[in-house]
């Protein structure tokens, strides 16, 4: 935790969180000036390094800063929902959209982050990154009752997909230039549906198989 930083009033915290994501969701990590954080969120590059030692701190708090405010919300749509995955994955995309609103660079940033080859955070990020693929590492963090979801493999594939797809989603969005919130929600909706009729369809005919008869 940074004590200094979060020693600042709540307002500074923000206009510093707003200017680094806009700042690093524009170009690559090593072409992004620190100045221009400092000067968007009204301080000098010298008190931004008093709260952040060097670039690559920022960097990297401002990416943990985007993971703890998704799984926050995460907990919350995991007790506000039934329990089932796709109910679940249905309250967290509304989530996630209200995240984007509050933080309208914060999307491209994580994209850009996620692509990022500059050898100094790129380790570092993926090894932050890879374990949110893993359904089973989510499912204790937030909550998620196991036994309430699809089949394991199937839950996992659902989770990996949507994971792939809104990835895929932010990366049109970054070639587009701005971000289509209500677009974005009906198709994360349309392919919810899609693996919804598939493993439905598959649980019925699983269900339809005859018994075994007894020895």
């Known amino acids: 935790m940074n004590e200094k930083f979060y020693a600042l009033p709540p307002e500074k915290r923000e206009k510093i969180l707003r200017a680094?994501?806009?700042?690093?969701?524009?170009?690559?990590?090593?072409?992004?000036p620190v100045q221009e954080i400092a000067d968007e969120a009204g301080i000098s590059k010298s008190l931004l390094f008093h709260y952040f030692r060097n670039k690559k701190e920022l960097y990297l708090f401002l990416w943990d800063h985007c993971v703890d405010l998704t799984l926050e919300e995460l907990r919350r749509c995991v007790k506000e929902s039934s329990g089932e995955l796709l109910s679940i994955l249905r309250c967290s995309l509304r989530a996630k959209a209200g995240l984007l609103r509050a933080y309208p660079?914060?999307?491209?940033?994580?994209?850009?982050?996620?692509?990022?080859?500059?050898?100094?955070?790129?380790?570092?990020?993926?090894?932050?990154?890879?374990?949110?693929?893993?359904?089973?590492?989510?499912?204790?963090?937030?909550?998620?009752?196991?036994?309430?979801?699809?089949p394991g493999r199937?839950?996992?594939?659902?989770?990996?997909?949507?994971?792939?797809?809104?990835?895929?989603?932010?990366?049109?969005?970054?070639?587009?230039?701005?971000?289509?919130?209500?677009?974005?929600?009906?198709?994360?909706?349309?392919?919810?549906?899609?693996?919804?009729?598939?493993?439905?369809?598959?649980?019925e005919k699983e269900s339809c198989k005859p018994s075994k008869p007894k020895a």
């Open 20 to 32: 680094g994501y806009r700042v690093f969701a524009q170009s690559p990590y090593r072409k992004c």
């Open 154 to 203: 199937h839950a996992q594939r659902i989770w990996q997909a949507l994971c792939r797809d809104w990835i895929g989603f932010l990366w049109q969005v970054q070639l587009k230039g701005r971000l289509d919130l209500e677009a974005l929600l009906k198709e994360c909706e349309e392919i919810l549906q899609f693996w919804e009729s598939i493993f439905r369809r598959q649980e």
């Open 105 to 150: 660079d914060m999307a491209l940033f994580a994209l850009r982050a996620y692509y990022e080859k500059d050898p100094e955070v790129c380790g570092d990020i993926q090894t932050r990154a890879a374990p949110y693929l893993d359904l089973d590492y989510v499912a204790e963090l937030t909550g998620l009752p196991r036994d309430k979801l699809l």
